[in-house]
């Protein structure tokens, strides 16, 4: 999408929308605040990259989404912009195209960037109307990106598994606190599974490796997969893991209500042994 041959027009800011469904993240942090201080001082110098709202006066930001939330933190009414008249499909591609060559991107957002990418790719039709020079075969739509992008085939079709994982699991893989190839083999279980392997997670305190991610994969494939086969594969002890009581959910879940968390179990468990031992305690006085 080229700038050329186009002049920025001034757009009041109410009449900007973010772009519906897209996945990168706008954060109140330092970076943002140091471009807000940017903004205040010198205004936006940069251009937004805008799209005409079908049927409104309206636009949708295509780039610049951090732009304009620093220029609505900042109180300025107006922005540049470069208006295109793109399709929902091609806007959905420049969105991503314009926010991958960024030096912070989370393992989430790059998953579902390029999963909306891949989708608006093939709704073009670039599945069966690309091919390649040499060969003359057609290009599957994960190879194109994989063309445009540092990832490979491989690791972009990985990226896209990783929307399919619940969105405290994601928060996990954000946080760095599982491995990109243990979120992929979660990804494959339903979301009753994740929920229950994520219980045994807050029960044991622990995530889980590769080894036990890739087993309850199997498992998966295989139907045999069920709660009690989570709760043996979670509730080993790893080297790494500090002994501790284990005590099986079915035999104390029935004691609290229904919207308890693993979490919340083990911190009423815990409160009850300290009331306990201080009625013990003021006995023996």
Known sequence: MKNTMKKPVAIPVEKLRPFAGHP???????????????????GVLSPLIVRPIENTDEYEVVSGHRRLH?????????????????????????????????EHILPSEK????????EAMSRQGHRSDLTSDQLGRKLETAEIIAQQSDDSKSQVRRYIRLTYLISEFLEKMDKGEIALSVGVELSFLDEQS???????CEMNDCTPSYSQAWRMHRAEREGTLTSAVIQAIMSEEKANQKARLKIPMERIRKYFPQSYTAAQIEDAVVKLCERDYRRRTDRER
Request: proline share 1%.
């Open 70 to 102: 620093a220029a609505q933190k900042a109180g300025i009414t107006e922005v540049p912009a470069l208006i295109y008249a793109l399709d929902r499909d091609a806007a959905a591609i420049a969105v991503v195209d314009s926010n991958l060559h960024r």
């Open 111 to 118: 998953a579902f960037a390029y999963r909306m990418k891949l």
């Open 194 to 200: 994740q929920r229950e392997v994520l219980e045994q």
């Open 24 to 42: 990168f993240k706008v954060k109140d942090d330092e970076e943002m605040n140091t471009l807000i201080e940017s903004i205040q001082t010198q």
